[in-house]
């Protein structure tokens, strides 16, 4: 499957691609010298080393003699990241788990602030997921605030607040605190961040609470009012540019259009996509 390949690390790419490890293994014998080598020249993805293309593409018979072979099980991406972030990126749950129990850290963040935990709460809907940052977690990975709100840990949340003032800001996403505990629909969640001081109008990278919170069909209209009443701006506006009172008010959703009217939202005042109130401040 390499042939005509010159450069070895492309070529154990390649090979990593259909998790062929007797190969990859011939081809480490002659180039050594790449086992922990990361080349942004070549067809990896920018600063892979060959653990973090099996992770990649969930090559486990290839993680596994990677491995074997003396892989650096937490080197980092030209982003940062381990190859079991880029392994829980991917959907390679079970590749990410074996990373983890053969001594991989899951709380090692990447230039982002972002750890293989915090992915796996962030999508812990998903029981492998959870499975995942529980594992991590019962096996000695620090929880971070942001994974406890995003796993929905409310005593661990008011935990960290109560013990360590300026937690809200000091967190890597601080941002992502209150559009994490919308998402999740817990409005004692959102409530604790909010009297803890979380934005409650997020940001570009992390997304808008109120339009989180207003853009499902059932609409948890507590959590909408704790966000009102803690200023969120009521006009804010989704990536089309649709204000929360529009979309509520496409969607026949009285109730919901009401409660934004009461706190000073107006039809036809829609801000520029992708903008925040403070982008605007």
């Known amino acids: 499957m390499s042939e005509g390949i010159d450069n070895p690390l492309d070529r154990a790419a390649a090979v990593i691609f259909h998790d062929e490890d007797a190969v990859l293994r011939q081809i480490l014998e002659a180039n050594p010298e790449i086992l922990n080598a990361a080349d942004p020249d070549t067809e990896l993805g920018e600063g892979f080393t060959l653990l973090h293309e099996a992770g990649y593409q969930g090559a486990k018979k290839c993680l596994r ?19 079991m972030y ?103 969640l959102v409530a604790v961040l909010i009297a803890a001081g979380a934005e409650v109008n997020g940001s570009k990278e992390d997304g808008n609470p109120l339009v989180k919170a207003t853009y499902s069909r059932q609409a948890n209209l507590e959590v909408v009012r704790l966000l009102l009443d803690a200023g969120a701006d009521p006009n804010a506006v989704d990536a089309a540019g649709r204000s929360c009172l529009e979309t509520a008010v496409a969607r026949r959703q009285d109730d919901l259009a009401q409660l934004l009217r009461q706190h000073g939202a107006r039809e036809g005042t829609g801000r520029k996509p992708g903008s925040s109130v403070r982008d605007e401040a």
């Not at 003699?65 to 190859?83: K, V, W």
């Open 65 to 83: 003699m990677l491995l074997t072979l003396g892989a650096e099980i937490n080197a980092l991406d030209a982003s940062g990241s381990p190859p």
């Open 86 to 188: 880029v392994a829980l990126g991917e959907g390679h749950f079970g590749t990410a788990l074996e990373l983890l129990h053969e001594g991989a850290a899951a709380d090692l963040a990447n230039l982002g602030g972002k750890t293989p935990l915090m992915l796996a709460a962030y999508h812990s809907s998903h029981p492998e997921c959870l499975r995942f940052a529980e594992e991590a977690l019962r096996m000695g990975a620090v929880l971070d605030l942001n994974s406890a709100v995003r796993l929905g840990d409310i005593a661990s949340v008011k935990s960290m607040i109560a013990k360590e003032p300026g937690a809200i800001e000091r967190c890597p996403l601080p941002d992502a605190l209150v559009v994490d505990a919308v998402r999740i629909g817990s409005p004692e």
